[in-house]
């Protein structure tokens, strides 16, 4: 019996042993959550990697402005004003004819000759109220983004269906056809953009900020080189400019095209602030979508896609582009600290090329990305990959085809095969790169 005993003391002792160790055993640390920030109009904080503090690993937020992970939900953007719905006016109220009063007469009536009382006097019929027209449907802007159609023919499931821009392209894009799908203009290849951001032939994307009041090459080869001229402001703060495209000067065959953006203080959408000209001669092109030009010289073409600030120009079995004038915004220069003001919005260009007959020797900023033998130095995963060579690619004038990268004879080489023909290329409307494919 005091066997027992003694094992079942010895047992209740070992589980107390036991479970003191359990409860002072530290808990483990868990592991950290990654977040990511989800506004785009925080370009260098969007979809960047984070990890929740230690104080709150697995319940935290983050605070797009500042970029950093917060254990309390930062304070939300003020919600857009809710859409009035017009209301239907109330339906007039039901209303008994009754027949007109006998016709009044300056004589007295002769006395009645029969029994009957005369009639009860009667009210005029309360006209019907006019119903008030509806109001006019919302602009662009309050709907929040350009309505644009497919307009290929070819396509009948998608011709002349109306999409509206997405929210990271609302004043700029196009309706892919075969996708039926509205896609940004700036984010194919061939797209200069912004803060100059170019997307080359081999889908990469990349910046190259040259330098304020200078020209610079973007495309050189046999029969065709286009030179760009940059507008810009310094920020004390940097070392660089903030740049933009304001003109483009075209050389092909023996022609020169210039287009450019005039400079503006206040913006307006209704006012055309873009300037082109063909051999030194004004473009006089009509206000109004669909308003075209024809050189009677040349095989150049240019319509406008837009009401105003907005065209498409085509040298036939030579190049495509099209060109947008656009203002830098208060809001974008509040987010990138451009320190825009009144008096000048620095409006620029917002283009995208497709060539027809580029050589394999093809150079420039943008051309070099078409080349044979090009190999990008664009660093993958950086949120914006830097591209040098101002000195090569530095022209002296707008029309002047003198960089060292230059090509131009104004001569078409023959038996030069593009390499670029028949390549499709899309991008997601979040992402920074393109894929192409044949």
């Known amino acids: 019996m005091v066997r027992y005993s003694n094992l079942l003391l010895l047992l209740i002792i070992s589980l107390s042993i036991l479970l003191a160790l359990t409860q002072a055993e530290p808990n483990k640390p868990k592991k950290p959550k990654k977040i990511k920030c989800k506004d785009k109009w925080y370009p260098d904080c969007y979809k960047k990697d984070l990890y929740c503090p230690e104080s709150c690993p697995r319940t935290c937020f983050v605070d797009c402005r500042t970029c950093q992970p917060l254990c309390t939900q930062p304070p939300p953007s003020p919600p857009p004003p809710p859409k009035r719905k017009p209301r239907s006016p109330p339906p007039p ?34 006209p019907t109220p006019a119903t008030p027209q509806s109001p006019p449907p919302p602009s662009e802007e309050a709907a929040g983004g350009k309505r644009v159609r497919c307009r290929n023919k070819n396509y009948p499931s998608c011709y002349g269906m109306e999409h509206t821009c997405p929210s990271a392209c609302p004043d700029q894009c196009e309706v892919d056809c075969v996708t039926c799908s509205p896609v940004c203009n700036c984010n194919k290849p061939g797209a200069v953009c912004q803060d100059p951001r170019f997307i080359g032939g081999d889908g990469l994307t990349f910046y190259f900020h040259g330098k304020k009041d200078h020209d610079f090459c973007l495309v050189s080869d046999s029969n065709l080189h286009i030179n760009a001229h940059f507008i810009g402001k310094r920020n004390p703060n940097m070392t660089r400019d903030f740049t933009w495209v304001q003109s483009l000067g075209i050389l092909f065959d023996n022609h020169k095209l210039f287009i450019g953006a005039k400079k503006t203080s206040t913006w307006s959408n209704a006012i055309d602030r873009l300037s082109l000209a063909f051999d030194g001669e004004p473009v006089l092109l009509p206000v109004g979508e669909g308003a075209t030009w024809q050189s ?4 150049i073409a240019v319509s406008r ?30 987010i990138h600290q451009y320190g825009i ?39 993958m995963g950086l949120p914006m990959s830097v591209l040098g060579g101002e000195r090569k690619f530095s022209a002296s004038s707008l029309f002047a085809a003198d960089c060292m990268a230059a090509r131009f004879d104004g001569k078409r080489k023959s038996g030069l095969e593009d390499e670029f023909v028949g390549m499709e290329c899309g991008s997601g409307m979040g992402g920074r790169g393109v894929v192409c494919k044949k």
């Open 93 to 126: 109220p039901a209303t008994t004819y009754s027949p007109p009063p006998p016709q009044a007469s300056s004589w007295p009536p002769p006395p009645a000759t029969n029994a009957y009382p005369p009639p009860p006097p009667t009210q005029t019929p309360t």
């Open 341 to 379: 003001t009144e008096e000048d919005c620095f409006a620029h260009l917002d283009v995208s090329f497709k060539f027809f007959a580029l050589s394999r020797e093809v150079n420039g900023v943008l051309g070099q990305t078409y080349g044979k033998n090009y190999v990008s130095r664009v660093k």
């Open 305 to 334: 896609t837009q009401d105003v600030n907005s065209v498409e120009i085509e040298v036939e079995g030579n190049f495509k582009l099209k060109a947008t004038v656009v203002p830098i915004t208060k809001k974008e220069s509040q």
């Open 296 to 299: 009677p010289e040349s095989s």
